[in-house]
């Protein structure tokens, strides 16, 4: 059963400092899938990594993927107030097809002046 | 046109009422999912249409019966609910694995049940 795994699971930064979420998965997958969710609200699409290597970036949020490691990373540059969110990693469940995600708990970021 | 639609935004209902949950997407995606998410938890998954047959049920209590009338629609029928079923309830829908699989949430129907 695939598992997911995330810490920090609360992250507390000040403005302009940088650090990096880190999420481990169980099973064999060459994808993984970062969403972002503000309180109240739902899922939003972040990135979608596809393969062994795969590195996006968008503004201050840059995360890569590692298959062989099991390991994805969400690293955050010189954090701002409206990155205060709740970060969630997700993998497929299997390997094909119309797969369902298994959801990490979720990083609650807050970011502070 | 990338956007799943939900309806209502807020459901309160009591434990005897009947109530559906509707879901919308023109995407042309042939998976659909409904997942239940509670306060300060991720989403667990419930359902998973594709091409319009139930694919997964997660051993949902039969309180919850999920419709796909139509490859862009999705219900998701409640009836007997009990209190511990209030949470934010989320449609999702993927173009599939040949592609890249990203999910596609929709904005949520909250609900309370008393």
């Known amino acids: 059963e695939l598992k997911v795994e995330q810490n920090p699971l609360f992250l507390s930064m000040q403005e302009g400092k940088n650090y990096t979420i880190y999420c481990n998965y169980s099973?064999?997958?060459?994808?993984l899938y970062w969403y972002r969710q503000d309180p109240g609200k739902s899922l939003e699409s972040l990135f979608v990594?596809?393969?062994?290597?795969a590195v996006k970036q968008e503004g201050r949020l840059m995360a890569s993927l590692d298959t062989k490691a099991r390991l994805s990373t969400l690293h955050i540059t010189a954090a701002v107030h409206d990155l205060s969110a709740t970060y969630f990693c997700a993998a497929p469940r299997v390997n094909s097809g119309n797969t369902p995600l298994v959801f990490g708990k979720g990083t609650r970021l807050s970011v502070i002046a | 046109d990338t956007e799943v639609t939900q309806t209502p935004k807020h459901l309160v209902m009591g434990m005897t009422n009947k109530k559906s949950l509707k879901c919308e997407q023109h995407m042309g995606h042939r998976a659909m999912y409904w997942y239940k998410q509670k306060a300060k938890k991720p989403p667990e998954l419930m359902f998973v249409y594709s091409y319009e047959k139930l694919s997964i049920n997660e051993s949902v209590p039969s309180r919850f019966s999920p419709e796909c009338p139509n490859s862009s629609l999705l219900n998701l029928h409640l009836h007997a609910l009990q209190p511990e079923d209030s949470a934010l309830y989320l449609c999702?829908?993927?173009?599939?694995?040949?592609?890249?699989?990203?999910?596609?949430f929709g904005p949520g129907t909250r609900l309370t049940v008393l």
């Open positions: 990594l596809l393969s062994n290597g």
């Open positions: 999702a829908s993927s173009q599939g694995w040949d592609r890249d699989n990203e999910q596609f």
């Open positions: 099973t064999t997958s060459d994808r």
